[in-house]
T-cell receptor, first 113, second 115 residues
């Protein structure tokens, strides 16, 4: 199946700093990618839809100025958590693919101290 | 309103037996897709099976089958011949075809396979 990579897999940062997470589709082109957040023992919550060449679409309650999304090419979408705080500590997962199959990246565990 | 409902927080099954994980959904969109994903402790999301709303037959993929009952808006996952490696979280998800093809997830069911 198609492969989606994420980098970094784990990151620990200090409160107030920004963290960039990359999501790459390795063997397909993705005009749309999705970003999810998963807190421990909870489900995946859709944060935003990343659209190649245009602005991302954010879900209700997700701050677009805090979670900056850039989708500059058909194989790369980035999520930047700006001024991270401990409550932003979570598992961030991206996905891309087709109508019938979404392939997920391996996820990025963010810990904000 | 909850669009994807998984009512079983945890399930136990004996190795080699079959197990059904429940999922109900709510949508007014006539075109949608239903998915099941497996998430082991490593966190990766593993695609298991897909059912489109217009598909006439229930989807099957190896030991996985999806019991699609459209009128009841249910999409239960059946795992046959359970294996110890099947122990994981299982998420039911739905893609509505209006609104950008985004996919939303249920709360998940943790499956424990006993030896």
């Amino acid at each position: 199946g198609a492969v989606v990579s994420q980098h970094p897999s784990r990151v620990i940062c200090k409160s107030g700093t920004s963290v960039k997470i990359e999501c790459r589709s390795l063997d397909f082109q993705a005009t749309t990618m999705f970003w999810y957040r998963q807190f421990p023992k909870q489900s995946l919550m859709l944060m935003a839809t990343s659209n190649e060449g245009s602005k991302a679409t954010y879900e209700q309650g997700v701050e677009k100025d805090k979670f900056l999304i850039n989708h500059a090419s058909l194989t790369l979408s980035t999520l930047t958590v700006t001024s991270a705080h401990p409550e932003d500590s979570s598992f961030y997962i991206c996905s891309g693919g087709s109508q019938e199959t979404q392939y997920f990246g391996p996820g990025t565990r963010l810990l904000v101290l | 309103a909850q669009k994807i409902t998984q009512t079983q927080p945890g399930m136990f099954v004996q190795e080699k037996e079959a197990v059904t994980l429940d999922c109900t959904y709510d949508t007014s969109d006539p075109s949608y897709g239903l998915f099941w994903y497996k998430q082991p402790s490593s966190g990766e999301m593993i695609f298991l099976i897909y059912q489109g709303s217009y598909d006439q037959q229930n989807a099957t993929e190896g030991r996985y089958s999806l019991n699609f009952q459209k009128a009841r808006k249910s999409a239960n996952l059946v795992i046959s011949a359970s294996q110890l490696g099947d122990s994981a979280m299982y998420f039911c998800a739905m893609r509505e075809d209006t609104g950008g093809f985004k996919t939303i997830f249920g709360a998940g069911t943790r499956l424990f396979v006993k030896a």
